[in-house]
C-alpha cells in the first residue's frame, strides 16, 4: 500500500521485547524496551517490484536497530 500511494515507511524498532515474552508464557514479564525510530524509507515508486523493495529496505533498516538476531521464517 505504502509503494501505491507513495507514502514512506518509518521503521520502529523494540530492543528488548523477545525477552519479556518467552515461549508458553502467557503474559510478558516487566523489563525495559528501548525503541528507535529509523529514517523515513520513501518507496521507489508504485508496483510489485518497488513494495517488494520497499519491504527488504524496511526490514534491513530495522535488522541494523536490533540488539537480538533476526530470525527468520
Known amino acids: 500500500m505504502a509503494a501505491e500511494t507513495g507514502t514512506p515507511v518509518v521503521?520502529?524498532?523494540?530492543?528488548?521485547?523477545?525477552?519479556?515474552?518467552?515461549?508458553?508464557?502467557?503474559?510478558?514479564?516487566?523489563?525495559?524496551v528501548r525503541i528507535t525510530i529509523g529514517e523515513a524509507i520513501p518507496p521507489a515508486g508504485p508496483g510489485w517490484d518497488q513494495a517488494l523493495a520497499l519491504r527488504d529496505a524496511a526490514r534491513n533498516a530495522l535488522a541494523a536497530r536490533l540488539a537480538e538476531p533476526a530470525l527468520d521464517a
Do not use: T, Y
Open 11 to 32: 521503521p520502529v524498532a523494540l530492543n528488548g521485547s523477545r525477552g519479556l515474552l518467552r515461549d508458553a508464557a502467557w503474559l510478558p514479564e516487566r523489563g525495559a
